[in-house]
């Protein structure tokens, strides 16, 4: 069984007033025999060494991202440093990271993994993972990677992303520092049950005509039914403007059905080239089926808040972790605590300890549509994803 606590702080410029508010809020708890402690903060924590203070004052490993926001039962907003502490006597907490990650080589991620495991004859029940926000390593490269050193354990988590418009202070933490290009992971051991949600696009707001990915390049979607996608976009009635340039279009996700019985997934077009390809938020295989749609932030509002409404929360229910696209939090406008506001009007009585983070990126298993049993490990863009255990 799992025993978690939340605390947070806003204090990002006094070192000691934020750990000792972070102290006084942990000091009535009691930690078990293992404990680890999930952490998600502006960069501004690092820089001003909060998060290196803390975590010489734990008594435990603490492993997480940076954040535009993020926010935990109590905590007065969203630009804060939010702490879930996971503590048990019967299930384990590996930390581990891996070595700089330069270019799409799985092997920093496989020697981390296989140095955590090393003398251990049982598959972790879970992978927490905290990825870096690199632009020459995509996000389905990294979680290819875990779930092939791990053999197919669930992986959760987020790619990390801070308030710069170009992400470059988006960082990992792992013990007291952030990184921009290493991955840290938490391997869970024991007896656990997570349970795993994610919320997309609406269905009546996704394009009825669909296509096939006929040629593609990783994340660079070329041609969709032989002809270009441009072509495609087109029929869709999404065109350039006078001077040739897409303006919004990562408003326009892609749903991509993978053809092999797993739930689709969101990948959202950052740009278009010269050549006419879609440079996206992760690889789109070729074969797959795919369906354009437009997010705005009522849908955003309501496919999160219908997803909240399907999670059950059981007595014995230990920790929600739960992540949001940070391009969500951008299409919510002018009121950009909206999604944060339905997780605590949702979660807000149930006493259960929750954090919740924007992320640059989302991992999280998805359910086949032949075998609910049966999970993949899958990234994703644009997406509500929560853990539930």
Request: hydrophobic share 40%; net charge negative; aromatic share 8%.
């Amino acid at each position: 069984m799992i025993t978690s606590f939340v605390a947070f702080t806003e204090e990002i410029d006094d070192v000691e007033a934020a750990v000792a508010e972070i102290s006084e809020q942990l000091s009535k708890k009691s930690l078990h025999k293992n404990s680890i402690g999930l952490i998600s903060c502006l960069a501004d924590f690092l820089e001003s060494g909060v998060v290196a203070a803390l975590a010489q004052s734990l008594p435990f490993e603490i492993v997480g991202q940076t954040s535009i926001a993020c926010a935990a039962p109590g905590s007065p907003g969203q630009q804060q440093l939010c702490l879930l502490v996971l503590t048990s006597d019967d299930v384990e907490f590996v930390a581990a990271h891996t070595d700089p990650i330069t270019e799409e080589d799985p092997t920093p991620i496989a020697q981390s993994y296989a140095a955590a495991t090393a003398g251990r004859s049982q598959k972790p029940s879970l992978i927490i993972s905290y990825a870096p926000l690199l632009l020459n390593v995509g996000g389905d490269f990294l979680v290819k990677s875990i779930n092939a050193a791990s053999g197919g354990v669930p992986i959760f988590g987020s790619l990390a992303v801070d308030a710069t418009m170009d992400y470059h202070d988006s960082q990992v933490i792992f013990s007291g520092a952030g990184s921009r290009n290493q991955m840290a992971c938490v391997l869970v051991y024991g007896n656990v049950q997570p349970r795993f949600y994610l919320a997309t696009i609406s269905h009546e707001k996704v394009f009825k005509e669909r296509g096939v990915v006929t040629a593609s390049k990783g994340n660079q979607l070329q041609m969709i039914n032989g002809a270009p996608v441009t072509e495609f976009l087109k029929n869709q009635g999404i065109t350039p403007n006078e001077q040739g340039d897409y303006e919004g279009i990562n408003s326009f996700p892609y749903l991509v059905d993978y053809n092999d019985g797993t739930d689709p997934v969101i990948r959202v077009m950052f740009a278009i080239t010269p050549e006419g390809y879609a440079v996206c938020g992760g690889d789109i295989p070729v074969g797959a089926k795919l369906s354009i749609g437009y997010f705005d932030a009522e849908d955003i509002l309501k496919t999160t808040s219908e997803k909240l409404g399907e999670i059950t929360l059981e007595h014995d229910t230990s920790f929600i972790l739960a992540f949001s696209c940070i391009g969500r939090y951008f299409t919510l406008g002018y009121e950009p605590k909206a999604e944060t506001e339905k997780l605590r009007d949702a979660w807000g009585d149930s006493n259960v300890p929750y954090t919740f983070t924007y992320s640059g990126g989302e991992i999280c298993p998805t359910h086949s549509q032949d075998d609910p049993e049966a999970l993949a490990n899958r990234f994703h863009n644009s997406t509500f994803i929560a853990c539930v255990l």
